[in-house]
Nanobody, 115 residues
């Protein structure tokens, strides 16, 4: 079955960096679009970044120039490098994939940006 396991979250000061990882299994990872979403307290879940099977990337405007999504197909892993973090980046971050029309989500990893 499809499984997504995120890691790498934590507490970081404003201006700091974190790298999130999402290890996938249960599907042919290299063939699928992968995405990162986030959900802050009291707010709806929002798309952060997408990477397609060819490595093409798309970002929400609020993270452009600060976040980088990448994938390592040999390791079935998608990454989110987050630099110049701001307090408003505080959220639970989720990776997701849609397989045969059904969305799958990981359990999420908490990112807190605070001094």
């Amino acid at each position: 079955q499809v499984q997504l396991v995120e890691s790498g979250g934590g507490l970081v000061q404003p201006g700091g960096s974190l790298r999130l990882s999402c290890r996938a299994s249960g599907f042919i990872f290299s063939s699928y679009v992968m995405a990162w979403y986030r959900q802050a307290p009291g707010k709806p879940r929002e798309l952060v970044a997408i990477i397609n099977s060819g490595g093409r990337t798309t970002y929400v405007d609020s993270v452009k120039g600060r976040f980088t999504i990448s994938r390592e197909n040999a390791e079935n892993t998608v990454y989110l490098q987050m630099n110049s973090l701001k307090p408003e980046d505080t959220a639970v971050y989720y990776c997701t994939v849609s397989v045969q029309g059904r969305p799958y989500w990981g359990q999420g990893t908490q990112v807190t940006v605070s001094s």
